[in-house]
């Protein structure tokens, strides 16, 4: 009689396991069916998300094609109005008779490179002759007149319109 309990224990035990086991199964198909389901979602996310991004694009190009033709039938604008003489452009200034590393010169320059608006500036030199070319939104005279007093009395004038200027050093007794 012990023996058939211990039997019918023991199938009991095994039994239950296999169902135990049967469950689990179970439960691993549902979590793979749902992580493939997952995993289809992302797929189509990712693909909507391509076909946006090139959509997107793409009017992107249109509209810089339409702007580009609407301009075109406009003119470009400048030289109308409030805006003459405001649009940024560039300025040479070109300095005769100075040596390379003339005090006043490098000051110039360094001062220029400093300035508010004034941008991408350079220096070149060649023959006696020096040339700072820079990009600033508003006249050469504009530039020159927001250049201090002090260093402005280095120079004399030579020339100036709107996009240029020509200086050379002024007769200084005290040359540095």
Not at 13 to 38: M, N, Y
Not at 85 to 99: E, F, L, P, R, Y
Request: contains cysteine; glycine residues 6%.
């Amino acid at each position: 009689m012990k023996t058939l309990r211990k039997r019918l224990w023991l199938i009991a035990l095994f039994a239950f396991c296999a169902i135990q086991a049967q469950q689990k199964k179970t439960e691993d198909k549902k979590v793979i069916k749902e992580v493939d389901e997952v995993n289809k979602t992302t797929e189509e996310v990712n693909q909507t998300a391509k076909n946006t991004d090139n959509a997107i694009k793409s009017t992107v190009e249109n509209s810089k094609e339409t702007i580009k033709t609407i301009g075109s039938l406009f003119g470009s604008g400048k030289n109308k109005g409030k805006t003459a003489g405001k649009s940024k452009g560039s300025i040479t200034i070109a300095v005769s008779q100075v040596s390379y590393d003339n005090v006043h010169l490098n000051r110039l320059y360094s001062h220029l490179s400093n300035a508010k608006g004034v941008k991408k500036p350079t220096k070149s030199f060649g023959e006696s002759q020096a040339s700072i070319n820079l990009i600033y939104k508003e006249s050469a005279d504009a530039l020159w007149q927001g250049v201090p007093k002090q260093l402005r009395s280095a120079f004399k004038m030579l020339r100036m319109d709107d996009k240029s200027m020509a200086l050379e050093l002024a007769d200084l007794t005290l040359e540095e």
